[in-house]
């Protein structure tokens, strides 16, 4: 179970690294049509598994496809929709959203109805249906990538891949990242991690405690609606850094203080700060100039973002362990969310990776 847990932020970390590389191999719509295909196949190994190992091997091919999908999306709305990212990116993190709340509501029912393997199993229907208007898309690239071929402007060539130093240098791919982080280590400490710590400081029981943990997914809708339109519309996302850190600051330092009057408001105050999630799947695209360097500024950011999530849950649990209360790690998270603050210098210059990592190499010749 535990290794189940941590498969889906590596398997996204895997993917951030993956998923550009191929996209420029194979251009965008092919890519993620194979994606697509790969989820199809890892629904059916896991409703298909025999022992345990066939299990964990269809999920994490199912993951490494949704991962390609989390990375190149991005890319996807800055090619075909340029002028509308902010509503764009906004439609799409709330199809996530509703996509992330509704199987854990029918995977009972739909087991009940026939047995786990069609529980599992049904899902490979929807990815189906979502990839039929990408077959379209992927055969229509690859046609005009034939065209180019043969016609006389020769075999298309991609730009240069960025080198990982100069990336570095980005400042504002690090006022992306850090909040992609912070939300991330949150998140998946939170879903891990708050049922047993909600039991054990705020006395709640185990259906309270599933409860306010479905919670947080719904919150995750509205989050989704506003996150991406604000950012495209505010001049920089300062605003939504503070409102981040202070909903974060507030929900830690309830949880620390006085985890037991009001564990509801807490919980919505946790909720909402997760607005920087769907604020940085928006500035993936909003703060670069080209559909490639969006893939590649967002493979970069969650990468690191995920890999790092990875790992929070586990040490977050050995601190607990080793602490014998939740008061350590709680304050881990309360001083992590403060790492919110340091994108906004960051971020209020308005600049765009492309141009960044333009002026590092003049300064390097």
Request: hydrophobic fraction near 60%; charged fraction near 10%.
């Amino acid at each position: 179970l535990g290794a189940l847990g941590t498969a889906p932020p590596l398997a996204f970390a895997l993917a951030g690294v993956l998923a550009p590389r191929l996209a420029r191999r194979l251009q965008l719509e092919p890519t993620l049509l194979l994606a697509m295909l790969a989820m199809i196949t890892g629904h059916l190994v896991r409703a298909a598994a025999i022992d345990y190992a066939m299990l964990l091997v269809g999920t994490l091919v199912l993951l490494l496809g949704a991962g390609f999908g989390n990375v190149l999306l991005p890319a996807a709305v800055k090619k075909f929709t340029p002028n509308r990212i902010g509503a764009m990116t906004a439609a799409y993190a709330m199809i996530m959203s509703i996509g992330a709340a509704v199987p854990p509501l029918a995977a009972v029912p739909l087991a009940e109805l026939g047995d786990w393997r069609l529980s599992l199993a049904v899902w490979a229907a929807f990815v189906a249906v979502a990839a039929l208007p990408w077959i379209a898309l992927a055969v229509r690239a690859v046609r005009a990538r034939r065209a180019a071929i043969a016609s006389d402007e020769g075999m298309p060539v991609p730009g240069p891949r960025p080198r990982r130093a100069a990336l570095l240098r980005s400042p504002t791919l690090w006022g992306i990242g850090i909040p992609f982080t912070v939300s991330s280590i949150s998140a998946y400490a939170g879903y891990a991690l708050l049922p047993p710590l909600l039991r054990e400081t705020a006395g709640v029981g185990e259906a309270e405690a599933g409860a306010l943990l479905a919670l947080l997914g719904f919150l995750g809708l509205p989050l989704a609606a506003l996150g991406p339109v604000l950012a495209a519309r505010l001049r920089t996302p300062t605003p939504l850094l503070v409102a981040s850190t202070a909903l974060f600051g507030t929900a830690y330092a309830g949880l620390l203080l006085a985890p037991q009057p009001a564990t509801l408001l807490w919980m919505i105050a946790l909720g909402l700060g997760y607005i920087t999630f769907p604020m940085c799947l928006a500035l993936f695209a909003l703060r670069t100039r080209t559909p490639a360097m969006a893939s590649t500024v967002s493979g970069a950011v969650q990468t690191v973002g995920y890999a790092i999530a990875a790992l929070a849950p586990l040490l977050l649990g050995a601190l607990r362990d080793g602490t014998g209360s939740w008061s350590a790690a709680i304050i881990v998270l309360l001083v992590l969310s403060l790492a919110n603050l340091l994108a906004v210098p960051l971020l209020a210059r308005r600049g765009f990776v492309d141009d960044e990592l333009a002026s590092a190499e003049e300064l390097g010749r």
